[in-house]
């Protein structure tokens, strides 16, 4: 370990060498709209980029998943590292994925979430070589479509699921934000509330009910809702839409929330509660009020003495890196869910995460890759190995 | 008129997309080739058309072998970014520095042959926001594959991106349509085959460029294609799909000031050839009006239309080129 840890400061000036192929596949790949469902265009492109930089092998799973794997170099037989950037991001396909290169930053839409990571996985064969590295294991790059969202990461599961054999490590790569390490996940139930206020309500147009009152209702009765300090238990009201203008009632309208605890029993126990609340509030107010499920994660961890964990702090410290660790809903869960170690690590600062302008600093992209390289490297050497 | 020349001389950028056959080719003639980005403040696209160039063509297929920046005077970052990402940078009154100073495009474009040293010259325009590799290669391709080809042109789709960061799929090729096709259809039928005579993106051979003048202006791609078709027919030039390019809308006065240009290039070029018999001076001002506080005012823009010679006959071309 201490010989990475001595090599790696070194990389980053020379990562830097080759700045204009990582800027050239960010910006090839990330000017391709990739909205969740709708991601081919995107692994196509993905896809070429991995073959023109010459991967040993670059093909789609059969659910489609663009993969690219560099051959290891152990006779023995070394069960691959897996690194892994999620393809979709929350922009249609309408809106003008027009990037800007200036001399110190990069924005567009979808640019940190996450364009920046696909190209930096997509640049990975190239910067191997440049720095004349060699892994025992195979490396598997993988661009997982429906990840977010209504995705339900999806790709990464059906990934793990048809891959025969087992996995040593996983790196999942996020464009935002350097310095954050996600080594243990919650559980999550994503869910939203419907209200649709049916027609042949009595009591004529006066008396009506109001979508959105009954979904103030709900609210109320959530944040009325007893949680735990332990486990650690919270909701999260997150979007809210409905009606139609000002003077008219609302005769439907949305709530999306989600669950969150490190207790799969917990989250299922607040997931039966709101389902209550919902059930009772409609019937009360013969409105259709309806919960639907749009995604759910059980919650997984990796302990913070985990050597793959002790050894990223490592390798972000001798970066100068601060670790920050926190929670991490995305293909993190399903790799730790699946007992497979696994850690995200963020790579460059930025703003406007998820806003048309959102922009990256390309300076600190480096150390970011640098880090990412350092902890596959860590992986390759047996940090996960042990049991 | 040679109905073929569509067929025989029209490719897709697809049947170019093995560069290592362009760079054995390449290597094989022995050839230099530069890449020239003229600009006027083109701040948001000229580092993303310098790194992909650079990154695609240069680091990982070494087909090309300069990147040349040629600017009329930017106001803005363009000079610094394109510095930053390693072209090589000139501002166009630098270049020949005696010669009277002019500002265009087409100054840009002629002052290059004098600083780029490939026998090769790709010209791309450097507001190209969706910026791919295939825009220089697949414009080299003919170039380098068949040995007739002197001259290439891009066409393509022309989605126009809005002020509300929407993509409009149809739109652009105005100028071409309402001006330039009607006239290459009253005097130069064979030329309606080029699909997109004004694109701004071409590359040539130095030999055939060289011995062309330029208009300062917008009018130098028109009268490249004449003056190439009249000199050399038009079996040497070939056109390449390049699927689609995203550009900035122009609104209607810019584009009117844009076809007084080409207008009155062409109408210079088929008197000089004899086509027509003008038997008056054409004036040089373009006069536009503008609605001010309930009243119409006129917007005059003087366009004189200056015209370099074939750079060949310029000594101090001739000087550094011949030693090469």
Same mark, same amino acid.
């Given at each position: 370990m201490?010989?990475?840890?001595?090599?790696l400061?070194?990389?980053?000036?020379?990562?830097?060498?080759?700045?204009?192929?990582?800027i050239?596949?960010?910006v090839?790949?990330?000017?391709?709209?990739?909205?969740?469902?709708h991601?081919?265009?995107?692994?196509?492109?993905?896809? %070429?980029?991995?073959?023109?930089?010459? &991967?040993d092998y670059s093909?789609? &799973?059969d659910?489609?998943?663009?993969?690219?794997?560099i051959?290891?170099?152990s *006779?023995?037989?070394?069960?691959p590292?897996f690194?892994?950037?999620h393809?979709?991001?929350?922009?249609?396909? !309408?809106?003008?994925?027009n990037?800007?290169v200036?001399?110190?930053?990069?924005? =567009?839409? =979808?640019?940190?979430?996450?364009?920046?990571?696909?190209?930096?996985?997509?640049?990975?064969?190239?910067?191997?070589?440049h720095?004349n590295?060699?892994f025992?294991s !195979?490396i598997?790059?993988a661009?997982?479509?429906?990840?977010?969202?209504?995705g339900?990461?999806?790709g990464?599961?059906?990934?793990?699921?048809?891959?025969?054999g087992?996995i040593?490590?996983?790196?999942i790569?996020?464009?935002?934000e350097?310095g954050?390490?996600n080594y243990y996940?919650?559980?999550?139930?994503?869910?939203?509330?419907?209200?649709?206020?049916?027609p042949?309500?009595?009591?004529?147009?006066?008396y009506?009910p109001?979508?959105?009152?009954?979904?103030?209702?709900?609210?109320?009765?959530?944040l009325?809702?007893?949680?735990p300090?332990r486990p650690?238990?919270?909701?999260?009201?997150?979007k809210i839409n409905?009606?139609f203008?000002?003077?008219?009632?609302?005769?439907?309208?949305?709530?999306g929330?989600?669950i969150?605890?490190?207790?799969?029993?917990m989250v299922?126990?607040?997931?039966?509660?709101i389902?209550?609340?919902?059930?009772g509030?409609?019937h009360?107010?013969?409105?259709?009020? %309806?919960?639907?499920?749009?995604?759910?994660?059980?919650?997984a961890?990796?302990?913070?003495?985990h050597?793959l964990?002790?050894?990223?702090v490592?390798?972000m410290?001798?970066?100068?890196? &601060?670790p920050?660790?926190?929670?991490?809903e995305?293909?993190?869960?399903?790799f730790?869910a699946r007992?497979?170690p696994?850690v995200?690590?963020?790579?460059t600062?930025g703003k *406007?995460?998820?806003l048309?302008?959102a922009?990256?600093?390309?300076?600190p992209?480096?150390?970011?890759?640098?880090?990412?390289i350092?902890?596959?490297?860590?992986?390759?050497? =047996?940090?996960? !190995?042990?049991? | 008129m040679?109905h073929?020349?569509?067929?025989?001389n029209?490719f897709h950028?697809s049947?170019?997309?093995?560069i290592?056959?362009?760079?054995?080719?390449?290597?094989?003639?022995?050839?230099?080739?530069?890449?020239?980005?003229?600009?006027?403040? /083109?701040?948001?696209?000229i +580092?993303?058309?310098?790194?992909?160039m650079k990154?695609?063509?240069?680091?990982?297929?070494?087909?090309?072998?300069?990147?040349v920046?040629?600017?009329s005077?930017?106001?803005?970052?363009?000079?610094?970014?394109?510095?930053?990402?390693?072209?090589?940078?000139?501002?166009a009154?630098?270049?020949?520095?005696?010669l009277?100073?002019?500002?265009?495009?087409g100054?840009?474009?002629?002052k @290059?042959l004098?600083?780029? /040293?490939?026998d090769i010259i790709i010209?791309?325009d +450097?507001?190209?926001?969706?910026?791919?590799?295939r825009? +220089?290669?697949a414009?080299l391709?003919?170039l380098?594959?068949?040995?007739?080809?002197?001259y290439?042109k891009a066409f393509?789709?022309?989605?126009? @991106?809005?002020?509300?960061?929407?993509i409009?799929?149809?739109?652009?090729g105005r100028?071409?349509e309402?001006?330039i096709?009607?006239?290459?259809?009253?005097?130069f039928p064979?030329?309606?085959?080029?699909?997109?005579p004004?694109?701004g993106?071409? @590359?040539?051979f130095?030999?055939?460029?060289?011995n062309?003048s330029?208009?300062?202006g917008?009018g130098v791609?028109?009268?490249?294609?004449?003056?190439?078709?009249?000199k050399?027919?038009?079996d040497v030039?070939?056109?390449v799909?390049?699927?689609?390019?995203?550009?900035?809308?122009?609104?209607?006065?810019?584009?009117?000031?844009?076809?007084f240009?080409?207008?009155?290039?062409?109408?210079?070029r088929?008197?000089?050839?004899?086509?027509?018999?003008?038997?008056t001076?054409l004036?040089? /001002?373009m006069i536009?009006?503008?609605?001010?506080?309930?009243?119409?005012e006129?917007?005059?823009?003087?366009?004189?239309?200056?015209?370099?010679?074939?750079?060949i006959?310029?000594?101090?071309y001739?000087?550094?080129?011949?030693?090469h």
């Open positions: 201490d010989t990475i840890l001595k090599r400061p070194s990389f980053i000036d020379q990562i830097k060498e080759i700045q204009e192929v990582i050239s596949n960010i090839l790949i990330g000017q391709i709209p990739a909205p969740t469902y991601e081919q265009a995107r692994t196509e492109i993905f896809l %070429e980029r991995l073959s023109d930089a010459q &991967s093909a789609t &799973s659910y489609n998943i663009p993969i690219g794997i051959k290891g170099t *006779n023995e037989s070394r069960a590292i690194v892994v950037a393809l979709d991001t929350f922009f249609n396909a !309408d809106i003008d994925h990037y800007i200036r001399k110190a930053s990069i924005s =567009g839409p =979808g640019i940190l979430d996450n364009s920046l990571g696909v190209g930096v996985l997509a640049s990975l064969p190239i910067i191997f070589k720095l590295l060699q025992e !195979d598997v790059l661009g997982v479509p429906q990840s977010i969202g209504k339900n990461l999806q990464i599961r059906q990934l793990l699921d048809t891959w025969e087992p040593r490590g996983a790196v790569v996020e464009g935002d350097l954050r390490l996940s919650e559980g999550i139930i994503r869910g939203e509330i419907t209200c649709n206020v049916l042949a309500n009595g009591g004529g147009n006066r009506k109001n979508a959105i009152i009954i979904l103030n209702k709900v609210i109320d009765e959530i009325a809702m007893e949680l300090l650690r238990a919270r909701v999260i009201i997150g409905g009606g203008k000002h003077g008219v009632i609302a005769y439907n309208a949305r709530l929330f989600e969150q605890s490190d207790s799969e029993e299922k126990r607040m997931h039966s509660e389902e209550d609340i919902v059930n509030i409609g009360e107010n013969h409105v259709r009020l %309806e919960l639907n499920i749009i995604s759910n994660l059980t919650p961890t990796l302990r913070y003495r050597p964990v002790k050894s990223t490592s390798i410290k001798a970066l100068g890196l &601060s920050a660790s926190d929670s991490g995305s293909e993190l869960s399903i730790l007992k497979i696994a995200t690590l963020g790579v600062e *406007n995460v998820h048309e302008n922009s990256m600093k390309i300076k992209m480096f150390t970011g890759i640098a880090q990412i350092g902890v596959i490297m860590a992986i390759d050497s =047996g940090v996960c !190995d042990e049991p | 040679n073929n020349w569509l067929k025989t029209t950028h049947e170019f997309k093995d290592k056959k362009l760079v054995e080719a390449k290597n094989r003639k022995q050839l230099k080739i530069s890449l020239c980005l003229p600009t006027l403040n /083109e701040e948001k696209t +580092a993303k058309e310098i790194i992909i990154s695609e063509l240069m680091t990982r297929f070494p087909l090309i072998d300069e990147i920046v040629v600017d005077g930017s106001t803005d970052h363009t000079l610094d970014i394109a510095k930053s990402y390693g072209a090589d940078v000139y501002e009154k630098n270049i020949l520095p005696h009277e100073n002019f500002t265009g495009k100054e840009n474009l002629w @290059a004098h600083v780029t /040293e490939g010209y791309l +450097a507001d190209i926001k969706n910026i791919h590799h825009f +220089a290669y414009l391709g003919p380098l594959m068949f040995d007739h080809i002197k290439t393509y789709d022309r989605p126009i @991106a809005t002020d509300l960061k929407k409009r799929s149809t739109g652009g100028v071409t309402l001006i096709r009607p006239l290459f259809s009253l005097f064979e030329l309606t085959q080029i699909i997109q004004l694109s993106e071409y @590359a040539g130095r030999s055939l460029l060289e062309i330029f208009p300062i917008y791609e028109t009268s490249m294609i004449l003056d190439i078709y009249e050399w027919g038009l030039i070939a056109q799909d390049l699927d689609r390019r995203v550009h900035r809308n122009q609104d209607t006065k810019a584009l009117g000031r844009m076809a240009v080409i207008l009155k290039t062409f109408i210079n088929i008197e000089s050839l004899k086509k027509i018999n003008l038997n001076e004036f040089h /001002e536009q009006y503008k609605l001010t506080k309930g009243e119409y006129a917007d005059i823009y003087k366009i004189i239309g200056h015209e370099r010679p074939p750079i006959s310029i000594p101090e001739c000087k550094k080129h011949t030693q």
